[in-house]
């Protein structure tokens, strides 16, 4: 059974800091690792898809980091902006095993 | 192409009685799956259907049920309903070719449920 761990739960900066959240996962025969954001009372939003076999992936001011080895995945958000407030999810599927299992979250707030 | 859609955005019910929930795969999309989030805490798998059928199960009674139809939309149902089925209900969809290749997910904006 995968279990993935989000630190910390809550983050709070002032605009045009760099953000850096952290997902652990206990299963690290993971097929991809994936990061959601989700503003509140919504549905989720894909961010950020790594596949087992890549170290990291990028998208605008997104950088998502993958080490298998340590069951980790960091995902960097440069340059915060008060749009960026909202929930980052991660979730990692394993093998036969259909579902996302995510994180709780990391719900960031970016002040101006 | 059309997102994952789901209906209705809110609902209220009272302890013990039914409900349904609704969602539209996305276009081309053959699996749909279900998730209850709490409050303040991330998705928990309630089911997942391709072809029409149940494909996985995650830890819920049986009173949660579903449906997925010829065209690949879903039903979820929940009968008996307790205060803590209070929730945001996600409907995710997918494209599988069979096997075990994982494919992304893709959720539509949610249902809000409170059963007072």
């Known amino acids: 059974k995968q279990e993935v761990t989000q630190i910390p739960a809550a983050l709070s900066v002032p605009e045009g800091e760099n953000l850096v959240l952290n997902c652990s996962f206990t299963?690290?025969?993971?097929?991809?690792l994936q990061w959601f954001r989700q503003d509140p009372g919504k549905g989720l939003t894909s961010l950020l898809l790594?596949?087992?076999?890549?170290r990291e992936q990028t998208s605008g001011r997104l950088n998502a980091s993958l080490d298998k080895s340590s069951g980790r995945s960091t995902l960097y958000i440069a340059a915060s902006q008060p749009g960026d407030s909202a929930t980052y999810l991660c979730?990692?599927?394993?093998?036969?095993?259909?579902?996302?299992?995510f994180g709780a979250g990391t719900t960031v707030t970016v002040r101006a | 192409e059309t997102g994952v859609t789901q209906s209705p955005t809110h609902l209220i019910k009272t302890r013990g009685q039914q409900v349904t929930l609704r969602c539209s795969s996305q276009?081309?999309?053959?699996?749909v799956s279900w998730y209850q989030q709490a409050l303040g805490q991330g998705p928990q798998f309630i089911f997942q259907?391709?072809?029409?059928?149940?494909?996985g199960r995650g830890n819920f009674p049986p009173r949660f049920s579903g449906l997925q139809f010829p065209n690949y939309s879903s039903e979820l149902n929940v009968n008996a309903l307790e205060l803590d089925d209070s929730a945001l209900y996600l409907c995710?969809?997918?494209?599988?070719?069979?096997?075990?290749?994982?494919?992304?997910?893709?959720f539509g904006p949610g249902t809000r449920l409170l059963v007072l």
């Open positions: 995710a969809s997918s494209y599988r070719t069979g096997g075990s290749f994982f494919r992304t997910q893709y």
């Open positions: 299963d690290s025969a993971i097929y991809n």
């Open positions: 790594i596949q087992s076999s890549q």
């Open positions: 979730a990692a599927p394993i093998p036969n095993d259909y579902k996302l299992s």
């Open positions: 276009s081309g999309h053959n699996t």
């Open positions: 259907y391709y072809r029409e059928e149940e494909n």
